[in-house]
Protein backbone atom coordinates (compact mmCIF):
# COMPACT_ATOMS: atom_id res chain seq x y z
CA UNK A 1 0.00 0.00 0.00
CA UNK A 2 0.97 3.06 -1.16
CA UNK A 3 1.50 6.37 1.55
CA UNK A 4 -0.32 9.39 0.53
CA UNK A 5 2.16 12.59 0.69
CA UNK A 6 1.87 15.83 -1.24
CA UNK A 7 4.45 16.11 -4.10
CA UNK A 8 7.61 17.02 -3.24
CA UNK A 9 7.85 15.69 0.35
CA UNK A 10 8.47 12.07 -0.33
CA UNK A 11 11.35 10.41 0.99
CA UNK A 12 13.90 8.79 -1.17
CA UNK A 13 16.66 6.52 -0.70
CA UNK A 14 18.95 8.28 -3.50
CA UNK A 15 19.87 10.56 -1.13
CA UNK A 16 22.77 13.66 -1.67
CA UNK A 17 25.31 11.39 0.02
CA UNK A 18 24.26 8.62 -1.91
CA UNK A 19 24.59 10.07 -5.26
CA UNK A 20 28.19 11.76 -3.86
CA UNK A 21 29.46 8.51 -2.80
CA UNK A 22 28.47 7.14 -6.66
CA UNK A 23 29.82 10.73 -7.94
CA UNK A 24 31.97 8.87 -10.59
CA UNK A 25 32.20 10.85 -13.86
CA UNK A 26 33.41 9.39 -16.97
CA UNK A 27 36.54 11.45 -18.92
CA UNK A 28 38.63 10.33 -22.18
CA UNK A 29 38.87 7.39 -23.53
CA UNK A 30 41.80 5.40 -25.27
CA UNK A 31 42.25 1.68 -26.41
CA UNK A 32 45.15 -0.05 -26.64
CA UNK A 33 46.26 -3.25 -27.77
CA UNK A 34 42.64 -4.90 -27.30
CA UNK A 35 42.60 -3.05 -23.84
CA UNK A 36 40.34 0.13 -23.03
CA UNK A 37 41.14 2.88 -20.96
CA UNK A 38 39.02 5.46 -19.42
CA UNK A 39 39.20 8.43 -16.38
CA UNK A 40 37.65 8.23 -13.44
CA UNK A 41 36.46 11.92 -11.70
CA UNK A 42 35.94 10.91 -8.43
CA UNK A 43 34.08 12.72 -6.03
CA UNK A 44 34.82 10.89 -2.87
CA UNK A 45 38.51 11.38 -3.95
CA UNK A 46 38.14 15.35 -4.50
CA UNK A 47 37.87 15.04 -7.70
CA UNK A 48 40.76 13.38 -8.58
CA UNK A 49 40.79 11.70 -12.06
CA UNK A 50 41.59 7.69 -12.04
CA UNK A 51 42.76 6.51 -15.13
CA UNK A 52 41.11 3.09 -15.48
CA UNK A 53 41.77 -0.34 -17.15
CA UNK A 54 40.12 -3.27 -18.76
CA UNK A 55 41.28 -5.94 -20.43
CA UNK A 56 40.36 -7.55 -23.47
CA UNK A 57 41.38 -11.21 -23.11
CA UNK A 58 37.93 -13.14 -24.65
CA UNK A 59 35.82 -13.93 -21.92
CA UNK A 60 37.40 -12.55 -19.32
CA UNK A 61 36.59 -8.75 -20.58
CA UNK A 62 35.24 -6.62 -17.70
CA UNK A 63 36.40 -8.90 -15.06
CA UNK A 64 40.25 -7.66 -15.54
CA UNK A 65 39.09 -3.93 -14.45
CA UNK A 66 42.17 -1.91 -12.62
CA UNK A 67 43.56 1.25 -11.75
CA UNK A 68 46.44 1.62 -13.83
CA UNK A 69 49.14 4.72 -12.80
CA UNK A 70 50.76 4.09 -9.38
CA UNK A 71 50.38 5.94 -6.19
CA UNK A 72 47.12 8.77 -5.93
CA UNK A 73 48.30 10.46 -9.26
CA UNK A 74 45.64 12.27 -10.53
CA UNK A 75 44.94 12.96 -14.65
CA UNK A 76 43.87 16.55 -15.57
CA UNK A 77 44.78 19.03 -18.33
CA UNK A 78 43.04 22.35 -18.48
CA UNK A 79 43.21 23.93 -21.61
CA UNK A 80 40.96 25.50 -22.25
CA UNK A 81 39.73 25.35 -18.79
CA UNK A 82 37.34 22.31 -19.37
CA UNK A 83 39.99 20.56 -20.90
CA UNK A 84 39.88 16.67 -22.00
CA UNK A 85 42.47 14.87 -24.47
CA UNK A 86 44.39 14.54 -20.96
CA UNK A 87 46.20 11.50 -21.78
CA UNK A 88 47.38 8.82 -24.42
CA UNK A 89 47.94 5.44 -24.61
CA UNK A 90 50.53 3.86 -27.36
CA UNK A 91 51.77 -0.14 -27.04
CA UNK A 92 51.68 0.34 -23.12
CA UNK A 93 53.34 3.62 -22.59
CA UNK A 94 50.75 6.13 -21.19
CA UNK A 95 51.44 9.95 -21.88
CA UNK A 96 49.35 12.04 -19.47
CA UNK A 97 48.79 15.61 -17.90
CA UNK A 98 49.00 15.88 -14.20
CA UNK A 99 46.72 18.11 -12.33
CA UNK A 100 49.74 18.69 -10.09
CA UNK A 101 51.38 20.68 -11.90
CA UNK A 102 49.66 20.69 -15.80
CA UNK A 103 53.21 18.87 -16.72
CA UNK A 104 53.34 16.08 -19.39
CA UNK A 105 54.58 12.41 -17.86
CA UNK A 106 55.39 9.22 -19.24
CA UNK A 107 54.50 6.10 -17.27
CA UNK A 108 56.27 2.49 -18.96
CA UNK A 109 54.76 -0.52 -17.19
CA UNK A 110 57.60 -2.25 -19.11
CA UNK A 111 60.30 -0.92 -16.43
CA UNK A 112 60.54 -0.52 -13.14
CA UNK A 113 57.94 -0.45 -11.23
CA UNK A 114 56.14 2.68 -10.46
CA UNK A 115 58.86 4.66 -12.90
CA UNK A 116 57.00 8.08 -13.57
CA UNK A 117 59.09 10.56 -15.86
CA UNK A 118 58.47 13.97 -16.67
CA UNK A 119 59.11 14.83 -20.40
CA UNK A 120 58.03 18.31 -20.09
CA UNK A 121 60.38 21.15 -18.59
CA UNK A 122 59.34 23.19 -14.82
CA UNK A 123 58.84 26.54 -16.19
CA UNK A 124 59.24 29.90 -14.32
CA UNK A 125 57.38 32.71 -14.27
CA UNK A 126 55.01 30.64 -16.90
CA UNK A 127 52.42 27.67 -17.16
CA UNK A 128 52.11 25.46 -19.80
CA UNK A 129 49.23 22.95 -20.42
CA UNK A 130 48.87 20.25 -22.50
CA UNK A 131 46.15 17.98 -24.52
CA UNK A 132 45.05 16.34 -27.44
CA UNK A 133 47.29 14.37 -27.86
CA UNK A 134 48.79 11.78 -31.32
CA UNK A 135 52.38 10.13 -31.56
CA UNK A 136 54.41 9.35 -34.30
CA UNK A 137 55.66 6.73 -33.30
CA UNK A 138 58.07 5.63 -36.01
CA UNK A 139 60.43 9.20 -35.21
CA UNK A 140 59.31 9.24 -31.76
CA UNK A 141 57.68 12.36 -31.35
CA UNK A 142 54.97 13.37 -28.98
CA UNK A 143 52.85 15.69 -30.42
CA UNK A 144 50.00 18.47 -28.02
CA UNK A 145 48.10 21.51 -27.90
CA UNK A 146 49.69 23.99 -25.92
CA UNK A 147 48.59 26.70 -23.62
CA UNK A 148 50.82 28.65 -22.16
CA UNK A 149 50.25 31.67 -19.65
CA UNK A 150 52.43 34.34 -19.06
CA UNK A 151 50.93 37.06 -16.94
CA UNK A 152 47.50 37.75 -18.48
CA UNK A 153 48.49 36.65 -21.81
CA UNK A 154 47.25 33.04 -22.97
CA UNK A 155 49.42 31.17 -26.09
CA UNK A 156 47.94 28.22 -27.88
CA UNK A 157 50.08 26.43 -29.88
CA UNK A 158 50.44 23.07 -31.88
CA UNK A 159 53.95 21.30 -30.56
CA UNK A 160 56.48 18.14 -30.80
CA UNK A 161 57.77 16.66 -28.12
CA UNK A 162 61.22 15.01 -28.96
CA UNK A 163 61.02 11.68 -26.74
CA UNK A 164 64.97 11.19 -26.54
CA UNK A 165 65.88 14.20 -26.18
CA UNK A 166 62.72 15.91 -24.58
CA UNK A 167 63.57 19.23 -27.17
CA UNK A 168 60.05 20.96 -27.52
CA UNK A 169 59.35 22.41 -30.84
CA UNK A 170 56.66 24.93 -32.25
CA UNK A 171 54.83 23.31 -35.40
CA UNK A 172 52.41 25.71 -35.93
CA UNK A 173 51.07 28.73 -33.83
CA UNK A 174 49.46 32.45 -35.13
CA UNK A 175 46.09 30.88 -34.64
CA UNK A 176 44.18 31.61 -31.02
CA UNK A 177 43.19 28.32 -30.86
CA UNK A 178 44.44 24.70 -32.17
CA UNK A 179 42.74 21.15 -31.65
CA UNK A 180 42.46 17.69 -33.12
CA UNK A 181 46.50 17.57 -34.30
CA UNK A 182 45.87 13.91 -36.16
CA UNK A 183 48.95 12.06 -37.81
CA UNK A 184 48.35 9.58 -41.32
CA UNK A 185 48.75 6.14 -40.81
CA UNK A 186 52.56 6.18 -42.45
CA UNK A 187 53.29 9.32 -39.98
CA UNK A 188 54.20 11.38 -43.09
CA UNK A 189 51.45 13.95 -42.95
CA UNK A 190 49.72 15.92 -40.27
CA UNK A 191 46.15 17.42 -40.17
CA UNK A 192 44.61 19.63 -37.80
CA UNK A 193 41.79 22.29 -36.89
CA UNK A 194 42.27 25.94 -35.83
CA UNK A 195 40.14 28.96 -35.35
CA UNK A 196 40.23 32.95 -33.96
CA UNK A 197 38.34 34.98 -31.80
CA UNK A 198 35.47 35.92 -31.95
CA UNK A 199 34.65 32.62 -33.64
CA UNK A 200 34.21 29.43 -31.48
CA UNK A 201 35.05 26.21 -33.18
CA UNK A 202 31.35 25.18 -33.61
CA UNK A 203 31.07 29.16 -35.46
CA UNK A 204 33.95 28.72 -38.02
CA UNK A 205 37.18 26.41 -38.02
CA UNK A 206 39.36 25.96 -40.47
CA UNK A 207 41.09 22.48 -41.37
CA UNK A 208 44.76 22.48 -41.80
CA UNK A 209 47.15 19.73 -43.63
CA UNK A 210 50.89 19.88 -43.91
CA UNK A 211 53.56 17.59 -44.17
CA UNK A 212 55.44 15.75 -41.19
CA UNK A 213 59.23 15.19 -40.64
CA UNK A 214 61.45 13.26 -38.60
CA UNK A 215 62.73 16.24 -36.69
CA UNK A 216 59.38 16.83 -35.61
CA UNK A 217 59.06 19.88 -37.93
CA UNK A 218 56.43 20.46 -40.83
CA UNK A 219 55.98 22.60 -44.46
CA UNK A 220 53.46 22.83 -46.79
CA UNK A 221 51.32 23.49 -43.90
CA UNK A 222 47.80 24.96 -46.06
CA UNK A 223 44.25 24.99 -45.81
CA UNK A 224 42.04 22.37 -46.83
CA UNK A 225 38.20 23.40 -45.96
CA UNK A 226 36.42 25.51 -43.42
CA UNK A 227 36.58 29.27 -43.08
CA UNK A 228 33.93 31.72 -41.99
CA UNK A 229 30.76 30.80 -41.08
CA UNK A 230 31.87 26.57 -41.64
CA UNK A 231 32.42 24.49 -38.70
CA UNK A 232 35.40 21.44 -38.56
CA UNK A 233 35.15 18.60 -36.55
CA UNK A 234 36.88 15.42 -36.21
CA UNK A 235 38.91 15.17 -38.90
CA UNK A 236 40.61 11.86 -39.15
CA UNK A 237 42.81 9.27 -41.28
CA UNK A 238 41.61 6.24 -42.68
CA UNK A 239 44.15 3.28 -43.54
CA UNK A 240 44.60 4.04 -46.80
CA UNK A 241 45.57 7.47 -46.72
CA UNK A 242 42.27 9.44 -47.02
CA UNK A 243 41.50 12.22 -45.01
CA UNK A 244 37.77 12.42 -43.15
CA UNK A 245 35.92 15.21 -41.20
CA UNK A 246 32.64 16.50 -40.68
CA UNK A 247 31.79 19.78 -41.52
CA UNK A 248 28.21 22.16 -41.37
CA UNK A 249 28.61 23.86 -44.29
CA UNK A 250 24.90 22.17 -45.96
CA UNK A 251 23.18 23.02 -42.66
CA UNK A 252 23.67 20.11 -41.26
CA UNK A 253 27.05 18.63 -39.14
CA UNK A 254 27.46 15.51 -42.24
CA UNK A 255 30.77 13.41 -42.91
CA UNK A 256 32.88 14.36 -45.49
CA UNK A 257 36.28 12.77 -47.15
CA UNK A 258 39.31 14.34 -48.69
CA UNK A 259 40.56 12.57 -51.45
CA UNK A 260 43.69 14.07 -54.34
CA UNK A 261 41.75 17.31 -53.54
CA UNK A 262 37.87 16.04 -54.27
CA UNK A 263 35.66 16.75 -51.45
CA UNK A 264 32.73 13.81 -51.14
CA UNK A 265 29.97 13.79 -49.04
CA UNK A 266 29.33 10.70 -47.09
CA UNK A 267 26.23 11.23 -45.01
CA UNK A 268 24.20 13.88 -47.27
CA UNK A 269 21.00 13.60 -44.48
CA UNK A 270 19.07 15.88 -42.46
CA UNK A 271 21.11 15.29 -38.85
CA UNK A 272 24.12 16.05 -37.02
CA UNK A 273 26.92 13.87 -36.52
CA UNK A 274 28.84 16.23 -34.22
CA UNK A 275 28.79 17.49 -31.03
CA UNK A 276 30.04 20.94 -29.81
CA UNK A 277 33.79 20.92 -29.00
CA UNK A 278 34.44 22.20 -25.49
CA UNK A 279 36.91 19.74 -24.45
CA UNK A 280 39.53 18.25 -26.66
CA UNK A 281 39.54 13.93 -27.38
CA UNK A 282 35.74 13.95 -28.80
CA UNK A 283 34.89 11.71 -31.65
CA UNK A 284 31.81 10.60 -33.29
CA UNK A 285 32.65 7.98 -35.91
CA UNK A 286 35.27 5.79 -37.04
CA UNK A 287 36.97 4.48 -39.96
CA UNK A 288 36.93 0.88 -40.41
CA UNK A 289 39.86 -1.00 -42.74
CA UNK A 290 37.64 -2.11 -45.20
CA UNK A 291 36.64 1.78 -45.52
CA UNK A 292 33.48 1.68 -44.10
CA UNK A 293 32.47 3.80 -41.31
CA UNK A 294 30.11 3.46 -38.11
CA UNK A 295 29.17 6.89 -36.77
CA UNK A 296 27.12 8.44 -34.24
CA UNK A 297 24.30 10.92 -35.29
CA UNK A 298 21.36 12.86 -33.48
CA UNK A 299 17.91 12.25 -33.89
CA UNK A 300 15.00 14.33 -31.31
CA UNK A 301 17.81 14.82 -29.12
CA UNK A 302 18.95 11.37 -29.07
CA UNK A 303 21.79 9.57 -29.98
CA UNK A 304 22.13 6.89 -32.41
CA UNK A 305 24.85 4.59 -33.98
CA UNK A 306 24.89 3.77 -37.92
CA UNK A 307 26.59 1.65 -40.18
CA UNK A 308 28.12 3.70 -43.11
CA UNK A 309 29.08 2.13 -46.83
CA UNK A 310 30.64 5.23 -48.47
CA UNK A 311 30.48 3.20 -51.78
CA UNK A 312 27.08 2.53 -52.12
CA UNK A 313 25.66 5.83 -49.81
CA UNK A 314 23.76 3.14 -47.32
CA UNK A 315 23.53 4.29 -43.64
CA UNK A 316 22.02 1.46 -41.66
CA UNK A 317 20.52 1.52 -38.08
CA UNK A 318 23.23 -0.06 -35.55
CA UNK A 319 19.73 -1.31 -32.65
CA UNK A 320 21.08 -0.74 -29.82
CA UNK A 321 19.37 0.36 -26.10
CA UNK A 322 21.63 3.56 -25.58
CA UNK A 323 20.10 6.98 -26.40
CA UNK A 324 23.64 8.80 -25.40
CA UNK A 325 26.92 8.67 -25.75
CA UNK A 326 30.17 10.62 -23.91
CA UNK A 327 33.45 10.70 -24.79
CA UNK A 328 34.68 9.24 -28.39
CA UNK A 329 33.89 6.65 -30.33
CA UNK A 330 36.74 3.93 -30.57
CA UNK A 331 36.99 0.88 -32.68
CA UNK A 332 39.91 -1.74 -33.76
CA UNK A 333 39.79 -4.21 -36.62
CA UNK A 334 37.36 -5.94 -34.34
CA UNK A 335 34.90 -3.95 -32.09
CA UNK A 336 33.95 -0.58 -31.25
CA UNK A 337 34.30 1.04 -27.88
CA UNK A 338 32.15 3.70 -26.10
CA UNK A 339 30.59 5.04 -23.16
CA UNK A 340 27.23 4.74 -23.40
CA UNK A 341 23.96 5.23 -21.31
CA UNK A 342 20.26 4.51 -21.76
CA UNK A 343 16.67 6.15 -20.17
CA UNK A 344 17.11 3.30 -17.69
CA UNK A 345 21.15 2.37 -17.76
CA UNK A 346 23.51 3.82 -16.23
CA UNK A 347 26.52 5.25 -17.75
CA UNK A 348 29.11 2.48 -18.96
CA UNK A 349 32.16 1.51 -20.89
CA UNK A 350 31.38 -1.14 -23.67
CA UNK A 351 32.50 -3.52 -26.48
CA UNK A 352 30.76 -3.54 -29.56
CA UNK A 353 31.86 -6.64 -31.17
CA UNK A 354 31.44 -5.72 -34.97
CA UNK A 355 31.17 -9.96 -36.31
CA UNK A 356 28.61 -10.87 -33.04
CA UNK A 357 26.96 -7.67 -32.95
CA UNK A 358 26.67 -8.34 -29.30
CA UNK A 359 27.52 -5.99 -26.83
CA UNK A 360 30.12 -6.43 -23.58
CA UNK A 361 29.97 -4.71 -20.39
CA UNK A 362 33.80 -3.65 -19.46
CA UNK A 363 33.64 -1.53 -16.62
CA UNK A 364 32.02 -2.82 -13.22
CA UNK A 365 28.43 -3.39 -12.96
CA UNK A 366 26.10 -0.68 -12.25
CA UNK A 367 25.43 0.14 -9.17
CA UNK A 368 22.24 2.84 -9.74
CA UNK A 369 20.87 3.78 -5.85
CA UNK A 370 17.66 3.50 -7.59
CA UNK A 371 15.43 0.39 -8.82
CA UNK A 372 13.73 0.07 -11.89
CA UNK A 373 10.22 0.49 -10.99
CA UNK A 374 11.66 4.02 -8.99
CA UNK A 375 13.14 5.41 -11.71
CA UNK A 376 11.54 7.83 -14.19
CA UNK A 377 11.95 7.71 -17.66
CA UNK A 378 11.61 10.65 -19.62
CA UNK A 379 8.96 11.20 -22.53
CA UNK A 380 10.39 13.51 -25.23
CA UNK A 381 8.39 16.93 -26.19
CA UNK A 382 7.68 19.40 -28.75
CA UNK A 383 6.37 22.75 -28.28
CA UNK A 384 5.76 26.06 -29.33
CA UNK A 385 7.62 28.95 -27.96
CA UNK A 386 7.29 32.66 -29.21
CA UNK A 387 6.43 33.31 -32.90
CA UNK A 388 5.16 29.76 -32.62
CA UNK A 389 9.23 28.22 -32.72
CA UNK A 390 9.42 24.60 -32.01
CA UNK A 391 11.08 23.30 -29.20
CA UNK A 392 12.03 20.64 -27.41
CA UNK A 393 12.42 19.12 -24.27
CA UNK A 394 12.43 15.93 -22.65
CA UNK A 395 9.97 15.96 -19.27
CA UNK A 396 9.94 13.03 -16.34
CA UNK A 397 7.30 12.58 -14.11
CA UNK A 398 7.28 12.58 -10.33
CA UNK A 399 7.67 8.88 -9.47
CA UNK A 400 8.31 6.77 -5.74
CA UNK A 401 6.93 2.76 -6.02
CA UNK A 402 6.19 4.01 -1.80
CA UNK A 403 4.28 6.87 -2.54
CA UNK A 404 1.37 8.75 -4.22
CA UNK A 405 0.08 12.41 -3.78
CA UNK A 406 -3.43 13.22 -3.06
CA UNK A 407 -5.89 13.06 -5.42
CA UNK A 408 -6.33 16.16 -7.77
CA UNK A 409 -3.21 17.63 -6.56
CA UNK A 410 -0.28 18.98 -8.90
CA UNK A 411 3.38 18.54 -8.75
CA UNK A 412 5.46 21.50 -8.44
CA UNK A 413 8.02 21.77 -11.68
CA UNK A 414 11.76 22.43 -11.75
CA UNK A 415 12.99 23.84 -15.41
CA UNK A 416 16.18 22.96 -15.67
CA UNK A 417 18.46 24.79 -18.00
CA UNK A 418 21.55 22.96 -19.59
CA UNK A 419 25.12 25.26 -19.87
CA UNK A 420 26.72 25.63 -22.92
CA UNK A 421 24.93 27.42 -24.11
CA UNK A 422 25.46 25.74 -27.28
CA UNK A 423 25.77 22.49 -26.22
CA UNK A 424 22.50 19.96 -25.64
CA UNK A 425 20.99 17.50 -22.92
CA UNK A 426 19.61 14.06 -23.38
CA UNK A 427 17.42 11.48 -21.94
CA UNK A 428 20.08 9.31 -20.57
CA UNK A 429 19.99 8.51 -17.11
CA UNK A 430 20.62 11.14 -14.59
CA UNK A 431 20.91 11.17 -11.23
CA UNK A 432 20.73 14.69 -10.45
CA UNK A 433 17.17 14.62 -11.75
CA UNK A 434 16.15 11.36 -10.42
CA UNK A 435 16.83 12.72 -6.88
CA UNK A 436 14.19 15.42 -7.40
CA UNK A 437 11.64 12.96 -9.37
CA UNK A 438 11.87 10.36 -6.86
CA UNK A 439 10.83 13.20 -4.10
CA UNK A 440 7.49 13.90 -6.38
CA UNK A 441 9.27 16.92 -8.21
CA UNK A 442 8.46 17.05 -11.82
CA UNK A 443 11.33 17.61 -14.60
CA UNK A 444 11.65 19.26 -17.49
CA UNK A 445 15.00 19.22 -19.00
CA UNK A 446 15.07 21.66 -22.23
CA UNK A 447 16.95 21.69 -25.58
CA UNK A 448 16.28 25.38 -26.48
CA UNK A 449 16.76 26.90 -29.37
CA UNK A 450 20.49 27.86 -30.12
CA UNK A 451 21.32 23.40 -28.88
CA UNK A 452 23.05 20.94 -30.43
CA UNK A 453 22.08 18.19 -32.72
CA UNK A 454 18.65 19.69 -34.18
CA UNK A 455 20.21 21.15 -37.42
CA UNK A 456 22.31 24.74 -37.71
CA UNK A 457 19.51 26.91 -38.39
CA UNK A 458 18.03 25.63 -34.70
CA UNK A 459 21.65 26.15 -33.03
CA UNK A 460 22.03 29.73 -34.72
CA UNK A 461 18.67 30.63 -33.63
CA UNK A 462 20.35 32.08 -29.73
CA UNK A 463 23.03 33.84 -31.72
CA UNK A 464 22.48 37.45 -30.70
CA UNK A 465 19.54 36.26 -28.58
CA UNK A 466 21.37 34.88 -25.39
CA UNK A 467 19.30 35.66 -22.43
CA UNK A 468 15.92 36.00 -24.96
CA UNK A 469 15.41 32.62 -27.28
CA UNK A 470 16.70 30.22 -24.04
CA UNK A 471 14.61 32.15 -21.73
CA UNK A 472 11.56 32.27 -23.60
CA UNK A 473 11.88 28.66 -24.31
CA UNK A 474 12.19 27.36 -20.94
CA UNK A 475 9.04 29.86 -20.10
CA UNK A 476 7.73 28.23 -23.10
CA UNK A 477 7.84 24.67 -21.29
CA UNK A 478 6.18 25.20 -18.59
CA UNK A 479 3.60 26.81 -19.90
CA UNK A 480 3.34 23.78 -22.13
CA UNK A 481 3.20 21.64 -18.72
CA UNK A 482 0.91 23.75 -17.01
CA UNK A 483 -1.81 23.66 -20.09
CA UNK A 484 -1.23 19.78 -19.78
CA UNK A 485 -2.50 19.87 -16.39
CA UNK A 486 1.00 18.02 -15.53
CA UNK A 487 2.10 20.47 -12.93
CA UNK A 488 1.12 22.67 -10.36
CA UNK A 489 1.27 26.40 -11.99
CA UNK A 490 2.44 27.82 -8.61
CA UNK A 491 4.78 25.98 -7.89
CA UNK A 492 7.25 26.35 -10.73
CA UNK A 493 10.88 26.57 -9.95
CA UNK A 494 13.79 26.84 -12.52
CA UNK A 495 17.78 25.65 -12.20
CA UNK A 496 21.08 26.29 -14.21
CA UNK A 497 24.63 26.34 -13.82
CA UNK A 498 26.91 28.37 -15.94
CA UNK A 499 25.07 29.76 -18.78
CA UNK A 500 22.58 27.74 -17.48
CA UNK A 501 22.39 29.71 -14.44
CA UNK A 502 22.06 33.08 -16.86
CA UNK A 503 19.12 31.67 -18.25
CA UNK A 504 18.05 30.68 -14.87
CA UNK A 505 18.48 34.48 -13.26
CA UNK A 506 16.70 35.83 -16.72
CA UNK A 507 13.70 33.51 -16.20
CA UNK A 508 13.20 34.91 -12.77
CA UNK A 509 14.27 38.61 -13.38
CA UNK A 510 12.08 39.17 -16.66
CA UNK A 511 9.07 36.88 -15.90
CA UNK A 512 6.57 36.28 -13.16
CA UNK A 513 5.53 32.68 -13.84
CA UNK A 514 8.72 30.96 -11.45
CA UNK A 515 8.18 30.68 -7.60
CA UNK A 516 11.51 30.31 -6.49
CA UNK A 517 14.81 29.02 -8.48
CA UNK A 518 18.95 28.23 -8.19
CA UNK A 519 21.63 29.47 -10.39
CA UNK A 520 24.69 27.57 -9.84
CA UNK A 521 27.84 29.44 -11.08
CA UNK A 522 25.25 31.85 -13.34
CA UNK A 523 26.14 34.61 -15.07
CA UNK A 524 24.47 38.06 -13.63
CA UNK A 525 26.45 40.86 -15.48
CA UNK A 526 27.46 40.29 -18.88
CA UNK A 527 29.56 43.08 -19.36
CA UNK A 528 31.50 41.76 -16.73
CA UNK A 529 31.93 38.02 -18.01
CA UNK A 530 33.24 39.61 -21.43
CA UNK A 531 35.82 41.38 -19.37
CA UNK A 532 36.94 38.38 -16.85
CA UNK A 533 36.43 35.18 -18.75
CA UNK A 534 38.91 33.38 -19.67
CA UNK A 535 40.47 33.09 -23.26
CA UNK A 536 38.80 30.61 -24.90
CA UNK A 537 35.23 32.28 -24.29
CA UNK A 538 36.76 35.65 -23.90
CA UNK A 539 35.29 36.82 -27.63
CA UNK A 540 31.99 34.26 -26.95
CA UNK A 541 29.30 36.49 -26.60
CA UNK A 542 30.47 38.79 -29.62
CA UNK A 543 28.03 36.40 -31.15
CA UNK A 544 25.82 35.51 -28.35
CA UNK A 545 25.34 39.14 -27.58
CA UNK A 546 26.78 41.10 -29.79
CA UNK A 547 30.40 42.84 -29.71
CA UNK A 548 31.17 44.95 -26.57
CA UNK A 549 31.47 47.71 -26.12
CA UNK A 550 29.90 48.55 -29.76
CA UNK A 551 26.65 46.79 -27.82
CA UNK A 552 26.98 47.85 -24.14
CA UNK A 553 23.49 49.14 -23.94
CA UNK A 554 22.26 45.49 -25.22
CA UNK A 555 24.68 44.20 -22.60
CA UNK A 556 23.10 45.84 -19.67
CA UNK A 557 19.63 45.21 -21.19
CA UNK A 558 19.90 41.28 -20.74
CA UNK A 559 21.68 41.44 -17.46
CA UNK A 560 19.34 40.37 -14.25
CA UNK A 561 21.90 42.50 -11.86
CA UNK A 562 20.92 45.63 -13.53
CA UNK A 563 17.41 45.08 -13.03
CA UNK A 564 16.77 43.67 -9.86
CA UNK A 565 14.15 46.25 -8.93
CA UNK A 566 12.07 43.35 -11.40
CA UNK A 567 12.73 40.82 -9.05
CA UNK A 568 10.28 39.30 -6.09
CA UNK A 569 11.08 35.34 -6.27
CA UNK A 570 13.44 34.11 -3.82
CA UNK A 571 16.91 32.68 -5.76
CA UNK A 572 19.44 30.00 -4.33
CA UNK A 573 23.13 30.90 -5.49
CA UNK A 574 26.14 28.49 -5.24
CA UNK A 575 29.46 29.08 -6.19
CA UNK A 576 32.85 27.55 -6.58
CA UNK A 577 35.77 30.16 -5.30
CA UNK A 578 38.01 29.10 -7.45
CA UNK A 579 36.13 29.67 -10.57
CA UNK A 580 37.91 30.94 -13.54
CA UNK A 581 35.05 30.60 -16.00
CA UNK A 582 32.35 32.72 -14.12
CA UNK A 583 34.17 34.63 -11.24
CA UNK A 584 32.71 34.84 -7.75
CA UNK A 585 32.28 38.25 -8.44
CA UNK A 586 28.81 37.26 -10.59
CA UNK A 587 27.12 35.49 -7.66
CA UNK A 588 28.12 38.11 -5.04
CA UNK A 589 26.94 41.08 -6.81
CA UNK A 590 23.60 39.62 -7.35
CA UNK A 591 23.74 38.47 -3.57
CA UNK A 592 24.15 41.78 -2.86
CA UNK A 593 21.47 43.07 -4.96
CA UNK A 594 18.68 40.90 -3.06
CA UNK A 595 19.80 41.50 -0.22
CA UNK A 596 19.84 45.44 -0.57
CA UNK A 597 15.76 44.26 -2.07
CA UNK A 598 15.19 42.22 0.87
CA UNK A 599 14.57 39.34 -1.24
CA UNK A 600 14.41 35.82 0.00
CA UNK A 601 18.02 34.15 -0.71
CA UNK A 602 20.91 32.22 0.45
CA UNK A 603 24.18 32.54 -0.94
CA UNK A 604 26.92 28.91 -0.57
CA UNK A 605 30.62 28.94 -1.68
CA UNK A 606 32.05 26.58 -1.49
CA UNK A 607 35.93 26.96 -0.90
CA UNK A 608 38.66 25.47 -3.71
CA UNK A 609 36.10 24.42 -6.08
CA UNK A 610 36.05 25.83 -10.13
CA UNK A 611 33.32 25.77 -12.54
CA UNK A 612 31.45 22.57 -11.81
CA UNK A 613 31.68 20.73 -8.28
CA UNK A 614 33.94 17.62 -8.19
CA UNK A 615 34.19 16.94 -4.41
CA UNK A 616 31.83 14.97 -2.88
CA UNK A 617 31.23 17.32 0.68
CA UNK A 618 30.31 20.03 -2.01
CA UNK A 619 28.09 17.83 -3.80
CA UNK A 620 26.16 16.58 -0.81
CA UNK A 621 26.21 20.52 0.54
CA UNK A 622 24.70 21.72 -2.75
CA UNK A 623 22.42 19.38 -3.53
CA UNK A 624 20.65 19.60 0.55
CA UNK A 625 20.74 23.47 0.18
CA UNK A 626 18.60 23.31 -2.83
CA UNK A 627 16.28 20.71 -1.64
CA UNK A 628 15.98 23.01 1.51
CA UNK A 629 15.36 25.57 -0.15
CA UNK A 630 13.00 24.48 -2.44
CA UNK A 631 10.56 22.83 0.71
CA UNK A 632 11.00 25.81 2.04
CA UNK A 633 9.88 28.74 -0.20
CA UNK A 634 7.05 26.02 -1.13
CA UNK A 635 5.93 25.52 2.29
CA UNK A 636 6.46 21.69 2.27
CA UNK A 637 7.32 19.27 5.00
CA UNK A 638 8.55 16.54 5.02
CA UNK A 639 10.27 13.32 7.04
CA UNK A 640 13.66 13.53 5.70
CA UNK A 641 15.87 15.65 7.96
CA UNK A 642 18.37 18.33 6.34
CA UNK A 643 20.44 20.92 7.69
CA UNK A 644 18.92 23.88 8.03
CA UNK A 645 19.87 26.28 5.19
CA UNK A 646 19.79 30.18 6.30
CA UNK A 647 17.66 32.08 3.95
CA UNK A 648 17.62 35.95 4.43
CA UNK A 649 14.97 37.99 4.55
CA UNK A 650 12.59 34.97 4.51
CA UNK A 651 9.51 36.02 6.57
Known amino acids: ?36 YWLEVRAMENGRGVLMRSKASGADIGEDIEEVLPGDISVRTRVHEYGGGDYLVVDGRIFYSSAEDNRVYLYDESLDAGQVKAITPV ?51 GFDFYSFPRLSKKGQRICWTCWNQPDMPWDSSELWLADFHADGSIDAAHRVTGGKGVSIFQPQWGDDGVLHYISDKSGWTNIYSHREGMLNAL ?78 DDSAMYRYDIQSKSCQLLSEPSTFPLSSENISVAEPISFNSENNRLCHAFYYPPLNAEFQAPEGSSPPLIVMSHGGPTAFTDNSLNADIQFWT ?20 YKELLSGEWGVVDVEDCVAAANYLVEKRLVDKDKLLIRGGSAGGYTTLCAL ?25 HKFEARYLDKMVGPYPEKKVLYQSRSPIHHTDQLSCPILLLQGSEDKVVPPGQAESMAAALDEKKIPYAYVLFEGEGHGFRQS ?19 IDSEESLDSLKIKHLK
Open 267 to 344: TPIDRDFATPQWIFGLGTYVINSDGTLYALNFERGEQHLSHIDPSSGHIEPVPLPFKAFSGPLLADDKALYFCASGPA
Open 617 to 635: ETIIKALNAELSFYRSILC
Open 509 to 533: TFYDIFAAGMSRYGVADLESLAADS
Open 438 to 457: NRGFAVVDVNYGGSTGFGKK
Open 123 to 173: EVNKESRYADFCIDVLHKNLIAVRETHIDSDVINELISINLESLEVNVIHA
Open 1 to 36: MKKIKPYGSWKSNLTAEVLARKGRKYGHLNIDNGSM
